[in-house]
């Protein structure tokens, strides 16, 4: 079937209820143009999210479903993964809400590894009260790189700047136990065919952090950035990937540097994220490149301390929604031109 925008399908995980997930999920949705650009499910329970919608003064039409062959275009759709109803407090850490965020989740991602959606959005999740012994990952991209084909690359996305990590939930005082030579060209390999192939960008250009402050001045403040990065990025570059640095984090985006890059890769979680959500305003999508399904997210977690009050702003899930739908119909038209690559007639004459 051709993909046109209304029967493009986004499942969406509900998050954990207790915050601010709901409230972004049903105030996108609440635009009737977005059910113009998607067909959206949401994985979870229709009298929950319901009632949810209630709370917050909302007036989408709520399609509640049983399987997903059932869902309509140009409705707010709901399908039952649980039926029980569930209590809620809102801005409360609770174990019990955690599991039905983990069992949203689940039934959203195997429903896209069975394509029976087209993409996945999820609204935050709390990293302590999902865990249990069916669930020990730390968050969403560490299932979904298990469950999925490829490697998972955490990628903060925005009009103004990307931002790719070498390293993303690891402990500072372990950073540089995992930065090796290897990882950063795997890495920087993902992140150079993700823009190529998500973002429509021919020959990406891409800027690299260093690890240590003013990247080790010479060797003064460690030799990391001259024993691992820069053989990496040379060995890069010589293979045809269009790689520059390592730049001293403290003065790259300061003095504007980011904006002559197509993406700027950060060593560690902080470094990348710190810049990322000065400069997008609150906009910002993560992505996770690098698997052969797309997801994203809001850049932001569950809000606990503004849970329930309808003082959530939408804008960054919305632009995560908008993000997958582009890069899902990006991703077919390059398949389509890489996979059927014009073939040049013999002359004849």
Known sequence: MVKHAENIIVGVSIGDMNGIGPEVILKTFEDTRMLEACTPVIFANA????????????????????????????????????????????????????????????AATKALKENKIDVLVTAPINKYN????????????????????????????????KVGLITDHVPLNEVNQHITKELIEKKIKTINQTLISDFRINKPRIAVLGINPHCGDN???????????????????????????????????????????????????DQGLIPFKTLSFGEGVNYTGGLNKIRTSPDHGTGYD?????????????????????????????NELTNNPLKVSANKN
């Open 47 to 106: 009298k929950i999210v319901s009632f949810l919608k209630k709370s917050y003064q909302l007036t989408s039409n709520i399609n509640g479903i049983d399987k997903i062959e059932q869902l309509i275009p140009g409705k707010l759709n709901v399908l039952n993964v649980w039926k029980e109803g569930v209590n809620l407090e809102y801005g409360t850490l609770d174990d019990n809400v955690g599991k039905y965020a983990i069992k949203s989740f689940q």
């Open 130 to 161: 999902i865990q249990s012994d069916e669930y020990k990952f730390a968050g969403h991209t560490d299932y979904l790189n298990e469950q999925l084909e490829g490697d998972a690359l955490m990628f903060m996305i925005h009009e103004d700047i």
């Open 219 to 269: 060797g003064v403040i460690g030799n990391e950035d001259n024993t691992i990065v820069k053989p990496a990025l040379e060995h890069l570059f010589k293979k045809g990937i269009q790689v520059f640095g390592p730049f001293s984090a403290d003065s790259f985006f300061g003095s504007g540097q980011h904006c002559k890059f197509d993406a700027v890769v950060a060593m560690y979680h």
């Open 306 to 334: 503004i849970a329930g009050k309808n003082k959530a702003s939408e804008n960054s899930f919305r632009e995560a929604v908008y993000s997958a739908i582009d890069i899902f119909k990006n991703r077919i038209e390059y």
